[in-house]
Protein backbone atom coordinates (compact mmCIF):
# COMPACT_ATOMS: atom_id res chain seq x y z
CA UNK A 1 0.00 0.00 0.00
CA UNK A 2 1.44 3.28 -0.88
CA UNK A 3 2.06 5.89 1.90
CA UNK A 4 1.72 9.49 1.29
CA UNK A 5 2.87 12.41 3.53
CA UNK A 6 3.59 16.20 2.39
CA UNK A 7 5.32 18.90 4.03
CA UNK A 8 6.76 22.32 4.07
CA UNK A 9 3.20 24.65 3.67
CA UNK A 10 2.26 27.61 6.36
CA UNK A 11 1.74 31.30 5.88
CA UNK A 12 3.69 33.47 3.44
CA UNK A 13 3.50 37.04 1.63
CA UNK A 14 2.70 37.65 -1.77
CA UNK A 15 6.04 37.48 -3.62
CA UNK A 16 7.37 34.46 -1.18
CA UNK A 17 8.26 31.11 -1.65
CA UNK A 18 8.11 27.97 0.04
CA UNK A 19 8.80 24.23 -1.06
CA UNK A 20 6.57 21.06 -0.68
CA UNK A 21 8.09 17.37 0.75
CA UNK A 22 6.21 14.71 -0.16
CA UNK A 23 7.73 11.25 1.05
CA UNK A 24 6.54 7.83 -0.37
CA UNK A 25 6.92 5.16 2.60
CA UNK A 26 5.41 2.79 -0.32
CA UNK A 27 8.64 3.37 -2.31
CA UNK A 28 7.10 3.47 -5.71
CA UNK A 29 8.45 6.92 -7.16
CA UNK A 30 10.27 4.85 -9.46
CA UNK A 31 7.36 3.14 -11.29
CA UNK A 32 4.61 5.69 -10.79
CA UNK A 33 3.71 9.08 -12.20
CA UNK A 34 3.63 11.48 -9.55
CA UNK A 35 1.76 14.21 -9.47
CA UNK A 36 0.94 17.56 -7.28
CA UNK A 37 -3.10 18.91 -6.50
CA UNK A 38 -4.32 21.75 -4.78
CA UNK A 39 -7.64 22.41 -3.60
CA UNK A 40 -9.70 25.84 -2.39
CA UNK A 41 -12.58 26.21 -0.03
CA UNK A 42 -15.74 25.46 -2.47
CA UNK A 43 -13.68 24.50 -5.40
CA UNK A 44 -12.72 21.03 -7.31
CA UNK A 45 -9.19 19.69 -7.03
CA UNK A 46 -7.30 20.64 -9.85
CA UNK A 47 -4.19 19.52 -11.53
CA UNK A 48 -0.64 21.85 -10.60
CA UNK A 49 2.33 19.71 -11.77
CA UNK A 50 3.59 16.17 -12.65
CA UNK A 51 6.79 14.55 -13.22
CA UNK A 52 6.87 10.83 -14.99
CA UNK A 53 9.57 9.59 -12.68
CA UNK A 54 10.80 7.09 -15.80
CA UNK A 55 10.36 9.29 -18.74
CA UNK A 56 11.39 12.78 -16.72
CA UNK A 57 8.64 14.48 -18.00
CA UNK A 58 7.16 17.37 -16.54
CA UNK A 59 3.81 19.30 -16.81
CA UNK A 60 2.44 22.20 -14.90
CA UNK A 61 -1.06 24.11 -14.90
CA UNK A 62 -1.11 27.46 -16.91
CA UNK A 63 -1.52 29.30 -13.56
CA UNK A 64 1.64 28.22 -12.35
CA UNK A 65 4.41 27.95 -15.42
CA UNK A 66 7.41 30.09 -14.71
CA UNK A 67 6.71 30.10 -11.20
CA UNK A 68 6.46 26.43 -10.04
CA UNK A 69 9.25 23.73 -10.07
CA UNK A 70 8.72 19.96 -9.46
CA UNK A 71 11.10 17.48 -8.92
CA UNK A 72 12.35 14.46 -7.58
CA UNK A 73 15.14 12.59 -5.47
CA UNK A 74 14.61 9.00 -6.12
CA UNK A 75 16.84 7.65 -3.22
CA UNK A 76 15.04 9.69 -0.67
CA UNK A 77 11.75 8.49 -2.13
CA UNK A 78 10.70 12.33 -2.08
CA UNK A 79 9.04 14.83 -4.27
CA UNK A 80 9.50 18.52 -4.37
CA UNK A 81 7.44 21.54 -5.06
CA UNK A 82 9.15 24.43 -5.55
CA UNK A 83 6.88 27.37 -5.21
CA UNK A 84 8.27 30.92 -5.93
CA UNK A 85 6.28 34.59 -6.71
CA UNK A 86 3.42 33.07 -4.62
CA UNK A 87 0.09 34.92 -4.89
CA UNK A 88 -2.74 34.85 -2.74
CA UNK A 89 -4.97 32.53 -5.46
CA UNK A 90 -2.54 29.96 -4.97
CA UNK A 91 -3.89 29.29 -1.29
CA UNK A 92 -4.93 25.75 -0.96
CA UNK A 93 -4.77 22.48 0.29
CA UNK A 94 -1.68 20.73 -1.76
CA UNK A 95 -1.89 16.99 -2.14
CA UNK A 96 0.97 14.22 -3.45
CA UNK A 97 -0.74 12.08 -5.35
CA UNK A 98 0.51 8.86 -6.98
CA UNK A 99 -1.11 7.75 -10.77
CA UNK A 100 -0.47 5.31 -13.26
CA UNK A 101 2.62 4.15 -14.95
CA UNK A 102 1.56 6.20 -18.14
CA UNK A 103 2.22 9.81 -17.82
CA UNK A 104 -1.39 11.70 -16.81
CA UNK A 105 -2.64 15.30 -15.84
CA UNK A 106 -6.22 14.08 -14.89
CA UNK A 107 -7.36 14.16 -11.20
CA UNK A 108 -9.18 11.19 -11.85
CA UNK A 109 -6.09 8.83 -12.69
CA UNK A 110 -4.59 9.44 -9.38
CA UNK A 111 -5.66 6.67 -6.79
CA UNK A 112 -2.91 7.22 -3.67
CA UNK A 113 -3.26 10.56 -1.87
CA UNK A 114 -1.43 12.04 1.05
CA UNK A 115 -3.54 14.22 3.68
CA UNK A 116 -2.35 17.59 1.85
CA UNK A 117 -0.64 20.57 3.66
CA UNK A 118 -2.01 24.20 4.12
CA UNK A 119 -0.71 27.10 2.10
CA UNK A 120 -1.68 30.75 2.80
CA UNK A 121 -0.39 33.41 0.68
CA UNK A 122 -1.30 37.10 2.26
CA UNK A 123 -1.80 40.06 -0.01
Known amino acids: QVQLVESGGGLVQAGGSLRLSCTDS????????MGWFRQAPGKEREFVAA????????SYADSVKGRFTISRDNAKNTLYLQMNSLKPEDTAVYYC????????????????WGQGTQVTVSS
Open 97 to 112: AAGPRSFTTNVKRYNY
Open 26 to 33: GRTFSSNV
Open 51 to 58: IGWIAETT
